[in-house]
């Protein structure tokens, strides 16, 4: 009787079990930053946001909360949208694209657009659509479907504006053109010998172009122009809002308003942290978004009073290089905008960067004692906090390469720095000074480092394959037997001593023997350039890849497969895994994601998430000793035993994500 209700009860499980998957990545609330080359605003007031490398990003709560939203690793140059809704996309490399679901699927729409490089669009009250590109302009007249070469074949056409009457003006890198009769033919305007990176017109009809040389205006359709005010400075984007005021995105100095026609400008950057600004828009009750380029805050910037003033929206198009965490479950982002810091499992990330005076932060290590250490590129070195990353201090003494690419500390404290030419530096005294130790290692240029439980350190070079020191870094000895590619990415070391490499186009290779012999283990792997490794507490590896998302095995590198559900990018740079078991993910271009809710306990059918079929599994074996039962999984109090208490708190997880009470 017993058995047939626990059948029953199963049944009706699996019933509900299709409604109830989770994808097992869900991205994080940051960390913000990015460079943010186009944006746009529907008639909803969504905001969409094309970025440099991360595809397409979409907001639907005026900025608070952005996520991926299609073309991940593309550089989107320009966007539009229609009357109908319709969202095209130009891309550098890859033409335009069309979505017609407000973002949730992209298609390409390169039917008779030549060319692949869209800097720009322009649609006219007729539904016309003009793309400005790397071979002029190109017209459809049917949503995109199909184009047509119209002009300035010989231009690069960096933007359009289209006036009330139809007329169409084209920003090219030799002044201003103008089509009067829907870009059959087009004309040099009085503005000639110039860049002309942003156009827009105002409600008056006077015609605004941002150059290289500040802002020109032109009150007579184009025929002249006069200098503005503004001038000595690259205007990257304009926009206009419904009172006819002009603002001016700027190349490193900022936004400027003019309230005048353009007659004055006045700077507006209060909050505005980054201040070369490649983007404008302004919705239908005056909020302003202004997306920026480079490092150090970047993104999105936000501003309710007519751009008085700015705050920074969490848009998530940064480059996360390196991850760690500390004891306290807090997770630490080393970014191409320095470092950012989350207590709450990533829902929300701070920027942590007093002293940091380096932005690119390509790798972390924490100590015993909770003191950071973050390697910077670009000749900055190690920056050290011992606060918690509130503030930091260079701590170069001796270090004579200060291109950092790897940290790792061994249990007695002392911190070895894998540099970009210089080989392994050692610091025996928390960071305050540095000595180069490089006996026997043969390739200078060192991307990972890992130390084992016996102190033995592994170091991963660009070109010398693995080599291993078992004195603290006195001496190295190369270990490469069986290791046919020697371009070493990553490294990650298993509970039993099984050194694991990831390769640039070799996959993944283990040694068994601390690192004597090497053995290819790229079953399911079919991305095998490996940017990252890490492995769990029930020795489960996962492969961070480039254009391959993540992948995992569960059996010791034998085999692998793909877990990107709920990824929306394919470039992992990072991962690391914190005490709850939760894997985090530092992606080219997106942001960190974070598995959902775990990838330890409870995953009886190891598919990364906690189901309603993981609860009929752990009803099998607790009650009829039938199914995958390792306690490594299905004990989920860690009691030893499989009982009824072990079904309801995997239960509560599924349900309401509350956390097992192992340790």
């Not at 980054?274 to 909020?287: C, D, E, M, P, R």
């Not at 940064?318 to 989350?342: C, E, H, K, M, P």
Request: glycine share 14%.
């Amino acid at each position: 009787m017993k058995q047939s209700f626990f059948y029953l009860l199963a049944a009706v499980l699996l019933l509900f079990y299709s409604a109830s998957a989770q994808d097992f990545w869900q991205q994080t609330n940051g960390p913000y930053g990015g460079s943010v080359l186009s944006l746009t605003i529907n008639s909803s007031g969504h905001v969409f946001g094309g970025t440099l490398g991360g595809g397409i990003f979409r907001s639907t709560d005026n900025g608070a909360i952005w996520s991926q939203s299609g073309l991940p690793n593309t550089d989107v140059r320009s966007l539009a949208i229609n009357q109908s809704g319709f969202i095209f996309a130009g891309t550098q490399g890859g033409g335009g694209f069309r979505s017609t679901d407000n973002g949730v699927n992209w298609s390409q729409i390169n039917t008779g657009l030549t060319a692949n490089y869209v800097y720009s669009f322009g649609i006219n009250s007729s539904g016309d659509i003009f793309a400005g590109t790397n071979y002029g302009v190109f017209r459809s007249t049917d949503n995109g479907t199909n184009w047509t070469q119209i002009g300035l074949t010989n231009a690069f056409v960096l933007s359009l504006a289209i006036n009330s009457g139809g007329d169409i003006f084209a920003g090219t890198y030799g002044g201003v053109f103008r089509s009067i009769d829907n870009g059959a033919n087009w004309t040099q305007t009085g503005l000639t010998n110039s860049r002309v990176w942003s156009l827009a017109i105002n409600s008056s009809g006077f015609i605004f172009a941002g150059t290289d040389g500040g802002v020109f205006r032109s009150i007579d359709n184009g025929a002249n122009w006069s200098q503005t005010a503004l001038t000595d400075t690259f205007v990257m984007s304009l926009a206009s809002d419904t009172g006819g005021d002009i603002l001016a995105g700027t190349w490193g100095d900022g936004i400027f308003r003019s309230t005048d026609n353009g007659v004055n400008w006045t700077p507006s950057n209060a909050g505005l942290t980054n201040t070369s600004v490649f983007s404008l828009a302004i919705n239908s009750s005056g909020l302003i978004f202004a997306g920026t380029f480079g490092s150090f805050g970047g993104g999105v910037f936000r501003s309710t009073d007519n751009g008085a003033t700015w705050s920074q929206s969490s848009f998530p198009n940064t480059y996360v290089w390196s991850l760690a965490t500390n004891s306290s479950g807090q997770i630490f982002a080393g970014t191409d905008g320095g470092v950012f810091r989350s207590s709450n499992n990533g829902n929300n990330w701070t920027a942590i960067n007093t002293g940091l005076t380096n932005t690119n932060v390509y790798s972390l290590a924490i100590n015993s004692s909770g003191h950071i250490f973050a390697g910077a590129d670009f000749g900055r070195g190690v920056f050290r906090s011992m606060d918690n990353g509130a503030n930091w201090t260079q701590v170069n003494a001796g270090l004579t390469n200060l291109y950092v690419w790897s940290l790792a500390i061994n249990s007695s404290g002392y911190i070895f720095a894998g540099t970009r030419g210089g080989g392994v530096f050692r610091s025996t005294d928390n960071g305050a000074n540095w000595t180069q130790v490089n006996t026997g290692l043969m390739d200078p240029y060192v991307w990972p480092l890992a130390i084992n439980s016996s102190g033995h350190i592994f170091a991963g070079t660009d070109d010398g394959g693995v080599f291993r020191s078992t004195d603290n870094g006195a001496n190295w000895t190369q270990v490469n037997t069986g290791l046919t590619n020697t371009e070493i990415l990553s490294l990650a070391i298993n509970s039993s001593g099984h050194v694991f490499v990831g390769t640039y186009a070799g996959g993944v290779f283990r040694s068994t023997d601390n690192g004597a012999n090497w053995t290819q283990v790229n079953t399911g792997l079919t991305h095998t350039i490996v940017f990252s490794l890490v492995i769990n507490s029930s020795g489960h590896i996962f492969a961070g890849t480039y254009l391959g998302g993540i992948f995992r095995s569960t059996d010791n590198g034998a085999n692998w497969t793909q877990v990107n559900t709920g990824l929306t990018i394919s470039n992992v740079n990072s991962l690391v895994i914190n005490s709850s078991g939760n894997i985090f993910a530092g992606t080219y271009s997106a942001g960190v994601f974070r598995s959902v809710p775990t990838t330890l306990l409870g995953d009886l059918n190891l598919d990364g998430t906690l189901t309603l079929l993981d609860v009929v599994l752990e009803l099998n074996c607790a009650f009829l000793g039938e199914g995958y039962c390792s306690l490594a999984y299905a004990d989920v109090n860690c009691d030893g035993i499989l009982t009824s208490s072990d079904v309801v708190l995997l239960l509560n997880a599924v349900y309401l994500n509350q956390p097992f009470p192992c340790p």
